[in-house]
């Protein structure tokens, strides 16, 4: 009798059926589906061997084979049995559904030795087509284990090109993100890939590990699986790619401070901070993923400690001062954890200040530097935040040329900045007298009242505010009352918003500003004579408004004063 031939076909079709058949079961369905998923994953890892050379004459293959077909046919006979419920027990049943489970689960284990130690070679491998958009789960958790299955027991290419292929679909569809974590030991998959020496291979797996990492709900899973350790390796030796894509899973791994101490213990804040500082030989983009994840973590007092002491101040500095606006990713990254690193703290302010920080953000703010609008923004407001309202810190800026950018913007810059640049104005008019003086001899307040009839009620009040703190100085209202222009279009600004109906918030400022003005001959003679008297006598009169009635006052008694002289000198 000749020996009996057996081939990966009669395998593939016998486990084709078990699953169709599984299907069908209703008795021990919990068994059956697990048995199903041991099914669908043997049938990938032999659609992968199928394309494989010299099958025929691989001893330990041909045994697995024979083995696996042998555990087929017992499977068979136990679902023919389940279908028909023709078993003798239950207990026997489930006692026999579990060996079954355990023996495919121990098949599937071969298989992927064989492959480890490289006794099988591959060809051209088929890939299963990728499943059409809005594809049921079924189909979408075939084509995902036919993928697995390739990435346990494939060569390094088909690893390569299968997570591609998972990068791909997951891009597209993030439910395959969820189908592929429902599978055991995925994860830990992309795990070791991280450690991987074919370049792709570790660049394709720290980028699907940065997919899985933006779902909050799959974060656990991935510190679980050790996924920190390898990521910082990456740091520390990867590609630049590999790199990028590493430092963002750690972004999201990190968001709130989370996962510091781990990310610490595994030397990252030094890998991290070596990146923030090799400017010259690291891209923008992975130098703000750096400070982003740094950001993340110093909210941990004695991490952020341990940055100082290893010069991340300097750094970022350093970062700040670059004329490279190809880099602006890097530059605003770097402020914004400076920022970050200064909050509450003022003996870090302090340092900053020392090392020349504010000096580095002023210079962001140079029209004649590129920096970007964004890292306009977000200089200016850091230097608000590092100089708190003193004569000190204003001394400092004004030695720096703060006060010229911060006049450019308000006159010049885009909208974002200009308001910001007014919110600036009115901050330093707060630092001291000398601020505000120094302020009305650059020209600030002609440019502050073009903001009074702003569509926003907030840029409104802030020019308001920073209008009647630059007024408290004498100086300034008289400086201001010599431009024949600067009234009339303050007088015009308030004539065209209405202020005293529709802006009732700025009403005490702007009749306090209109008070003073009226201490000059010139300023009174301009404000009796235009159309806005009307409408501040009818204030005074209907809603019986102190502040206007004392305008009125004073004009009407200069009028008078103006009647008498006429009668006088006549």
Not at 488 to 514: P, V, W
Request: aromatic share 6%; charged share 25%; proline share 2%.
């Amino acid at each position: 009798m000749g020996k009996e031939i057996i081939s990966v076909e009669q395998a593939t079709v016998l486990i084709s059926s078990l699953i169709s058949v599984s299907h069908s079961i209703r008795v021990f369905a919990v068994k059956w589906q697990i048995i199903r998923e041991r099914l669908e994953e043997l049938l990938s890892s032999l659609t992968v061997i199928e394309n494989c050379d010299s099958i025929e004459n691989n001893p330990s293959f041909l045994a697995t084979l024979s083995a696996i077909l042998a555990s087929l046919k017992d499977c068979e006979d136990l679902a023919k049995r389940c279908l028909g419920v023709s078993y003798s027990g239950k207990l026997l049943m489930q006692s026999d559904l579990d060996i079954v489970c355990a023996t495919l689960r121990k098949h599937n284990k071969s298989l992927s030795d064989i492959y480890n130690l490289g006794l099988l070679t591959q060809s051209n491998a088929i890939v299963l087509s990728r499943p059409n958009l809005g594809a049921s789960k079924d189909d979408m958790k075939i084509y995902v284990k036919d993928l697995f299955s390739r990435l346990k027991i494939g060569c390094p290419d088909m690893k390569r090109q299968a997570l591609i292929s998972f990068n791909e679909v997951s891009q597209d569809d993030d439910r395959y993100v969820k189908v592929a974590l429902e599978l055991e030991s995925f994860v830990l998959f992309l795990v070791n890939f991280l450690d991987s020496q074919e370049h792709e291979i570790q660049e394709e797996a720290a980028k699907a590990v940065s997919v899985i990492a933006g779902f909050e709900v799959y974060r656990g899973v991935l510190i679980s699986a050790g996924i920190i350790a390898p990521l910082i390796r990456i740091l520390e030796s990867g590609t630049e790619l590999s790199k990028g894509f590493a430092a963002n899973s750690l972004q999201k791994l990190t968001e709130n401070s989370e996962n510091a101490w781990s990310i610490s213990a595994h030397g990252g804040v030094t890998a991290l901070l070596k990146l923030c500082s090799s400017t010259g030989d690291c891209p923008a983009g992975l130098v703000a993923l750096a400070c982003g994840v740094l950001k993340n973590l110093v909210g941990v007092e004695e991490i952020k400690k341990f940055m100082v002491e290893e010069g991340a101040i300097p750094a970022l500095i350093k970062l700040i001062r670059s004329k490279d606006g190809a880099i602006a990713s890097s530059q605003i990254s770097a402020i914004d954890f400076l920022q970050t690193m200064a909050s509450g703290d003022e003996s870090i302010k302090a340092m900053i200040v020392k090392e020349g920080g504010v000096r580095a953000l002023v210079r962001v703010l140079d029209p004649k530097l590129s920096s970007s609008s964004k890292a306009k923004e977000i200089a200016l407001k850091g230097i608000m935040n590092l100089c708190i309202p003193s004569a000190n810190s204003f001394g400092l800026l004004h030695n720096y040329g703060f006060l010229d950018h911060i006049l450019y913007f308000l006159h010049y810059g885009e909208n974002s900045v200009q308001e910001l640049a007014l919110k600036a104005t009115f901050w330093l008019s707060e630092t001291s007298d000398e601020a505000k003086k120094a302020m009305g001899d650059a020209g600030f307040m002609p440019e502050v009242v073009k903001f009074l009839d702003s569509k926003s009620l907030e840029v409104c009040e802030v020019a308001a505010e920073t209008l009647y703190s630059l007024f408290l100085v004498p100086r300034n209202r008289k400086r201001f009352v010599q431009s024949d222009q600067n009234v009339g279009c303050f007088l015009q600004t308030l004539d065209q918003m209405e202020m005293i109906n529709n802006y009732s918030g700025n009403k005490k400022l702007l009749l306090s500003i209109l008070m003073s003005l009226t201490n000059f001959n010139s300023a009174r003679r301009k404000i009796a004579n235009s159309g806005y008297l009307k409408k501040i006598e009818k204030l005074a009169v209907e809603s019986d408004n102190s502040d206007a009635k004392k305008i009125v006052r004073r004009l009407s008694s200069n009028r008078f004063r103006s009647i008498l002289n006429g009668i006088w000198h006549s």
